[in-house]
């Protein structure tokens, strides 16, 4: 087990199907024998693909990341519904006619800019108190309001009867499963997900995480993980001169150069390559909130 305690940052992680994103954090947690770690967007245990994962006092900014715009793979299955509209639910025939490639091609095309979409009731989402899943899985009547999403770009990438891989480009809180629920149900022959792949969050791409198996080795130790200041942030950042750590450790206001930023909006400040606080611009100066490493 590894006897070191003090990372700090951001770890991007390829979850294998079948494992759920609590199991992740889990393992992390248990390979480098730390207690604060987290993440900043589940995945549903089918599914596989990119999970950022914090570590540290870097788990306290998990708040203000911006996991905004996320990239999948999705696989769908054509000719049945299924209630939780991927392969864990109960499976029900809708047609047996072949849509064309034209067809689907155009269908998914119909779905691109901004659209209200229905949750799937077997979702994390709370309902009075309760997760969705759960009042689905005892036989209740979820009802999930409408939620505006924007599909910013989608597209086949290979069909053969009766599955359809497809890439989209969407934004934060976009159900895909639900996305395949709704091409399915407009080729009028019905569909659900057997398949999903995330592999962009923001500007991180899967092609840089590490797998399970490497998590898992002792050699994580050894493994670099990603500077605080290299993530997507909702706010933007500027650099600090290291003279100015203790103002800035201290909530004393600092001159740097905000450039065009206006009074009262919020911006982060570096040290190096470490996010060290969260502020806001007053008087042309980055007025230290809440600071985070010291």
């Not at 905004?68 to 000719?79: C, M, N, R």
Request: aromatic share 6%.
């Amino acid at each position: 087990m590894i006897k070191k305690t003090n990372h700090c940052g951001f770890l991007l992680i390829n979850k294998p199907a079948g494992v759920t994103s609590f199991r992740v954090v889990a393992v992390v947690r248990k390979s480098l024998n730390m207690r604060k770690v987290g993440h900043a967007g589940t995945l549903d245990p089918f599914a596989t693909g990119l999970m950022v994962v914090a570590v540290g006092k870097a788990t306290r900014l998990l708040s203000y990341f911006l996991a905004g715009e996320k990239t999948y793979v999705a696989t769908l299955q054509l000719g049945q519904e299924s209630d939780t509209r991927d392969t864990e639910g109960v499976l029900t025939d809708v047609s047996p006619r072949v849509p064309t490639s034209q067809e689907i091609v155009e269908v998914l095309a119909s779905f691109e800019g901004k659209q209200m979409q229905t949750p799937p009731s077997h979702s994390a989402l709370k309902v009075d108190g309760k997760r969705a899943y759960e009042l689905a899985r005892a036989g209740k009547d979820v009802q999930l309001a409408d939620r505006e999403v924007m599909i910013h770009d989608i597209s086949l990438l290979s069909y053969e009867y009766p599955k359809v891989v497809f890439s989209a480009h969407v934004s934060t809180g976009t159900y895909i499963r639900s996305l395949g629920h709704d091409i399915g149900k407009k080729l009028g022959v019905g569909g659900y997900l057997v398949g999903l792949e995330r592999t962009k969050v923001g500007i991180l791409d899967l092609k840089d995480a590490l797998t399970m198996e490497q998590v898992k080795d002792t050699a994580l130790a050894n493994v670099s993980l990603q500077n605080t200041g290299s993530m997507p942030y909702s706010f933007p950042l500027v650099e600090a001169e290291e003279e100015m750590r203790y103002d800035i450790c201290h909530g004393i206001p600092v001159p740097i150069d905000i450039g065009d930023m206006e009074e009262g909006e919020r911006l982060g400040i570096l040290l190096g390559n470490e996010l060290v606080a969260v502020g806001e611009v007053k008087d042309k100066m980055a007025w230290p909130r809440k600071v985070f490493i010291v």
